[in-house]
């Protein structure tokens, strides 16, 4: 079943349970999912890569407008936002553990041959696609500058 479908038949019990935030954040994801099957240059249907891409690109967006809602204070608008993160974190594939993250990290600082904060670029290239969609980016880049710089 691809996203669109899975985004359409939780659209339908979001509205008989006549929960708003999913169906706020589900909204998100189908607008998001069209946009994107009609850009520039687009075949039409979205590969399972752009899909959790796309989905990964939503929670960031909530997360970040969370943390400076929170930041000025604003915990009333704060919520909402986090709240949405939790619907549409359900569309993602399951998310690793710090601690296995920093397994794959490590093993390819030793597969490449990674010494210092020069390798970066590197690493974080190879770790990113081998970990797509089931790690955030930020904790991937905060696990490989701990370990190259240590």
């Given at each position: 079943?691809?996203?669109?479908?899975?985004?359409?038949?939780?659209?339908?019990?979001?509205?008989?349970?006549?929960?708003?935030?999913?169906?706020?954040s589900?909204?998100a994801?189908?607008?998001?999912?069209?946009?994107?099957?009609?850009?520039?240059?687009?075949?039409?249907a979205?590969?399972?890569?752009d899909?959790?891409?796309?989905?990964?690109?939503?929670?960031?967006?909530?997360k970040?407008?969370?943390?400076i809602?929170t930041?000025q204070?604003?915990?009333d608008?704060?919520?909402?936002?986090?709240?949405?993160v939790?619907?549409?974190?359900?569309?993602?594939?399951?998310?690793?553990?710090?601690e296995?993250?920093?397994?794959v990290v490590?093993?390819?600082?030793?597969?490449?041959?990674?010494?210092?904060m020069?390798?970066?670029?590197k690493?974080?290239?190879?770790?990113?696609?081998?970990?797509a969609?089931?790690?955030?980016?930020?904790?991937?880049?905060?696990?490989?500058?701990?370990?190259?710089?240590?």
């Amino acid at each position: 079943m691809s996203l669109q479908e899975k985004v359409m038949t939780e659209m339908k019990a979001a509205m008989k349970a006549k929960d708003s935030v999913a169906l706020e954040s589900l909204r998100a994801i189908k607008s998001a999912i069209l946009l994107a099957q009609t850009d520039k240059g687009a075949e039409g249907a979205l590969s399972e890569e752009d899909e959790v891409k796309l989905v990964q690109k939503l929670v960031k967006q909530r997360k970040d407008s969370a943390a400076i809602f929170t930041e000025q204070g604003r915990s009333d608008l704060a919520e909402p936002e986090l709240a949405q993160v939790a619907v549409i974190e359900k569309f993602l594939p399951e998310q690793l553990t710090e601690e296995e993250i920093e397994k794959v990290v490590v093993q390819t600082i030793d597969s490449i041959g990674a010494s210092g904060m020069q390798d970066m670029g590197k690493v974080m290239g190879i770790v990113s696609k081998e970990l797509a969609g089931q790690a955030d980016g930020k904790t991937i880049s905060t696990i490989v500058k701990q370990k190259l710089s240590s």
